[in-house]
């Protein structure tokens, strides 16, 4: 069935470093990755999305890139600060389908 | 914030009984998905509408259902409650026909005891 697998499922990084999250998904019709970040106690917020089109995509410190032929994706974020702190999950869709989620990354930005 | 509003926002009920929650979607919105978030989990699927008609369901039970109404506003009723459905259930909303982003409510936050 429809598969995303998300890790790390901990990530703890010094204030400004990078961090990195990674995804492989499983239905190889998915055409739409997006990103969420979840803070505690909200509804998780996109935060960028790429499509099945386009190899990278970046917005200010985040990116995102995607290797369609391996079904990997992944999240980078650079020069983190202590907002950054959050759960994070990436997710895969045939267009205006259903997400399919990753189980989420608890990234934490240490001091 | 996303324009997504979902009530109430905490919910305590007792196994057997039936609750509904609502969502009401974004100015321009015609597609409201359904999700439901267990603790330490990623958000599954349970149903999407579109057009006031079910457009695609998750492998929840037939006593998960659902409405949509002609001002895209949602609700989701889960009937016989079970300990297991204790969870926070999140609508989405989104433009189909135009991009593919949904955008999350805050979420309800159903307690089953």
């Known amino acids: 069935g429809e598969n995303v697998e998300q890790h790390p499922s901990t990530l703890s990084v010094q204030e400004g470093d990078s961090a990195v999250i990674k995804c492989t998904y499983s239905d190889s019709a998915s055409n739409y990755f997006p990103w969420y970040k979840q803070e505690l106690g909200k509804g998780p917020q996109l935060i960028i999305d790429i499509r099945s089109n386009v190899g990278e995509k970046k917005d200010q410190r985040i990116a995102v890139t995607l290797n369609k032929t391996a079904k990997h994706f992944s999240l980078h974020i650079t020069e983190t600060q202590p907002e950054d702190s959050a759960v994070y999950f990436c997710a895969a869709s045939k267009g205006n389908d259903k997400i399919i989620f990753g189980k989420g990354t608890r990234l934490h930005i240490l001091p | 914030e996303t324009g997504v509003t979902q009530s109430p926002t905490h919910l305590i009920k007792t196994r057997g009984q039936q609750v509904t929650l609502r969502c009401s979607s974004q100015?321009?919105?015609?597609?409201v998905s359904w999700y439901q978030q267990a603790l330490g989990q990623g958000p599954q699927f349970i149903f999407q509408y579109y057009r006031e008609e079910e457009n695609g369901r998750g492998n929840f039970p037939p006593r998960f259902s659902g409405l949509q109404f002609p001002n895209y506003s949602s609700e989701l009723n889960v009937n016989a409650l079970e300990l297991d459905d204790s969870a926070l259930y999140l609508c989405?909303?989104?433009?189909?026909?135009?991009?593919?982003?949904?955008?999350f409510g805050p979420g309800t936050r159903l307690t089953v005891t």
């Open positions: 989405a909303s989104s433009l189909a026909g135009v991009n593919y982003e949904q955008y």
């Open positions: 100015s321009g919105h015609n597609t």
